[in-house]
Each structure stands twice: as structure tokens, then as C-alpha cells.
């Protein structure tokens, strides 16, 4: 399926880690004007996800990246597009911590949340040498998105995203 209809808000913030909960309640907000009530699984969902990704920039890509952009997008009506953009060239992998380990969780619970939803995760990248990472979820928890070889899973097809394969 190709995106018909898109909206699409952004926000250029500085990496800075007071930021994030700004940056979450701004989130919130524009999913509120466009119908998704914040308790609602995507919103939480998405809630989760920019804190992760964002507080990602300020942890690793402070020293290339002095504002970070975030992107939220509504893809024909069905489906929310978070993306969060900096300069720094490396691209993000989980990695393990123990229980003592304060950091590294991150994006082991991005993983986890899209996959509850049906989600997915491209990372980007982008003509400054950095990336965008997007997480895609249906805009109702009880949309799930079908993607090929998953089976007997039902619900609407994903969204044909024009993102670049990652460089490895």
C-alpha cells in the first residue's frame, strides 16, 4: 500500500537531556490532535519510544549533533512514524547490561514495544552522514500491521516507507 494521506509534524530540539520530557509531552499532544487519546497503547507506546530514542542522541551523539529532529507522522489515517534524526554516523544496536547497569535498555524495550504492536524499526540513513531511526505502529493497538512470511497474522499491510537501507 502507498501513503495517500500524510501528516506530518516536527520538532528541531536541542540535545540536551531536560529536552526529552518536553519532547514527550509535545509528542503526546500532536497524537491527541489527531485522535489518539494518550491511553491508548500506540500513544503510550510512542511515549516510550521517543524517551528512548531521544535520550539515545544525548547519551551517544551529543558531540556531532547540537539539535536533534524529531518527526511524527499520521500515514493514511492508520498509522503513526516516529522519527528521530541526528548527525552522528554510528548506527544503534542493543546491547547487554546486567541488573547493576543504570544504561543500555533502551533499545531492547523500543524492540520489545513495536513487536507488541505489531511494529516495525528502519534505520535511515541520511545525507549529513547520520540517520533517522523510525518505528512504525498501527495507530490502534488492535490493527496489527501484516508484513510477508509472518503467517497467520491479519490486519492491515504496512505502509510502503521510501527509507534507505542502513550502510553497514
Not at 509528542?27 to 511515549?47: F, H, K, S
Not at 540517520?131 to 495507530?139: C, D, H, N, S, Y
Amino acid at each position: 500500500m502507498n501513503v495517500q494521506h500524510r501528516s506530518t509534524r516536527s520538532l528541531q530540539v536541542p540535545v540536551h537531556a531536560c529536552e526529552v520530557p518536553l519532547v514527550r509531552r509535545s509528542v503526546l499532544d500532536i497524537l491527541r490532535e489527531w485522535g489518539v487519546p494518550d491511553d491508548d497503547d500506540a500513544a503510550q507506546a510512542v511515549r516510550v519510544i521517543v524517551s528512548e530514542l531521544l535520550t539515545n542522541v544525548v547519551l551517544h551523539a551529543s558531540a556531532t549533533t547540537a539539535e536533534a529532529l524529531v518527526v511524527v507522522e499520521l500515514l493514511d489515517g492508520s498509522w503513526i512514524r516516529l522519527g528521530v534524526h541526528d548527525s552522528h554516523p554510528a548506527c544503534p544496536s542493543p546491547r547487554g547490561s546486567d541488573a547493576d547497569t543504570p544504561h543500555g535498555r533502551g533499545l531492547w524495550i523500543v524492540h520489545a514495544l513495536l513487536e507488541e504492536l505489531s511494529g516495525v524499526m528502519v534505520i535511515e540513513r541520511t545525507g549529513d552522514g547520520g540517520k533517522t531511526i523510525w518505528a512504525v505502529l498501527p495507530r490502534s493497538a488492535h490493527e496489527q500491521i501484516v508484513t510477508p512470511g509472518q503467517g497467520g497474522r491479519t490486519g492491515l499491510p504496512l505502509p510502503e516507507l521510501q527509507a534507505e537501507p542502513s550502510a553497514a
